[in-house]
């Protein structure tokens, strides 16, 4: 699903791509990264849920043609 979204967003004329996460979702972090999202940011306290407070990790990749994470995913 991600790699469509990516690629509608090329297509459409994108350049690049932001994106957040909990922190606490590694199967998540794992995926934006092996797609060479780097992390930007992170914000403290973020998400609230049953067992408290969860961090929030930022992102950002270019995704335009010519683009590492065009060309693994386009």
Do not use: H, W
Request: proline share 4%; with cysteine.
């Amino acid at each position: 699903i991600l790699q469509r979204l990516l690629r509608e967003a090329v297509s459409r004329g994108a350049d690049c791509m932001f994106l957040e996460v909990a922190a606490d979702n590694t199967p998540a972090i794992a995926l934006y990264e092996s797609l060479g999202f780097q992390k930007t940011g992170q914000r403290k306290g973020y998400y609230s849920g049953p067992t408290g407070k969860t961090d929030a990790l930022t992102y950002f990749s270019m995704v335009g043609p010519g683009n590492s994470l065009a060309r693994k995913t386009l």
